[in-house]
């Protein structure tokens, strides 16, 4: 699926229209199918579930909230999934990960000649998901100018690409998400008011996976079902105490930590039995036992590293994350670990 939303991603920018055996016809197709799964039975996920079920059917605009790996994007294709809409495309922006200069182009299309470099006309992501759902992730991210741009997509219903003055009519369900405090943002003049209340119809509040313990287990169970498929290997089953350590301990990382932890302990197993000691080393260390000396200050040292990296590109994230020699992905993840916040 990550594979299908980069070559959705390329097309959309680049204008190229994928062939019919395209990595993005994959991805409609299985959310056609509806083989999205959203796992957790939950008292909070099943909150979710029902009222996710009944907005799938609406044209209306929807928030999703939540801490960074709760699964905010498997939100999104389930209500997409679930919608009139399946059957057309599934677009997903990570609005942190594309530098304002780049963004209008690459959002809205540019035409021809716009700029150095626009050697073609390119469609944008708008336009790409156009009859179907636009999925704006990290939507706190966008600069002021950017964000009166989308409210009058929102209100209108229309693009103009850049370098061109006709208008294009697109018919495109907007579905964003952010860990941030939007609102907090409104009141510190970050965030537009107008476009606030325009994306905050409906919201959804996805709950950390310390707050749904009860679905720690099935997940797990899932993303090693999963890495058994990806190998073709037998299903790997957790051990007493190794699902006892998993549901003892906090989860930071919320669900995306779970299927790294998952992929980690299903590599490194020697049999079927997923034990204590094929978990990462995290999981063996005593709930009161206080980090290291060693280990404060590496993480003082990826601080630093992740805080000049951000001042040397003026604060954008995908060249920061160059800088670094890893993707934006991870650079969101652990600024939001370490409380880095974007300036």
């Not at 930590?257 to 080393?281: F, K, Y």
């Amino acid at each position: 699926m990550l594979e299908g939303s980069a070559v959705q991603a390329r097309c959309a920018v680049t204008g190229e229209k994928p062939g019919i055996g395209s990595s993005v016809a994959a991805d409609n197709s299985s959310v056609e199918a509806g083989a999205v799964p959203l796992i957790g039975h939950s008292p909070a996920m099943a909150a979710v579930k029902s009222v996710a079920s009944i907005v799938a059917q609406k044209r209306c605009t929807i928030m999703i909230l939540g801490e960074t790996g709760t699964g905010k994007e498997v939100l999104a294709r389930h209500i997409h999934a679930q919608s009139s809409r399946a059957h057309k495309p599934f677009v997903p922006v990570d609005c942190s990960a594309i530098c304002d200069s780049l963004f209008e182009s690459e959002l809205f299309g540019h035409v021809r000649g716009a700029f150095t470099g626009a050697v073609r006309d390119a469609l944008g992501f708008v336009r790409a998901a156009d009859g179907g759902t636009l999925f704006l992730d990290e939507i706190g991210e966008l600069s002021l100018p950017l964000q009166a741009k989308l409210l009058r997509l929102i209100q209108e219903q229309i693009v103009v690409p850049v370098g061109d003055v006709r208008a294009h009519r697109v018919d495109v369900r907007i579905i964003a998400a952010t860990h941030r405090d939007l609102s907090a943002m409104v009141r510190a003049g970050t965030f537009r008011q107008d476009l606030y209340f325009r994306l905050n119809v409906v919201v959804l509040n996805l709950p950390p996976l310390r707050q749904r313990r009860e679905d720690i287990i099935p997940l797990a169970e899932h993303f090693l079902a999963a890495q058994s498929a990806l190998y073709g290997e037998p299903l790997r089953r957790l051990s007493p105490q190794a699902a006892e350590a998993l549901l003892a301990y906090p989860w930071p990382g919320n669900v995306r930590e779970l299927a790294n932890v998952m992929e980690h302990a299903h590599v490194l197993s020697r049999d079927t039995i997923i034990q204590l000691a094929d978990l990462p080393p995290r999981f063996h260390r005593p709930a009161t036992e206080e980090p290291t000396a060693s280990e404060l200050s590496l993480v003082d040292l990826e601080r630093r590293a992740i805080a000049e990296a951000l001042r040397r590109t003026n604060y954008c994230k995908a060249a920061a994350s160059r800088l670094l020699g890893i993707n934006v992905q991870r650079l969101n993840r652990r600024m939001a670990k370490l409380h880095i916040e974007p300036r």
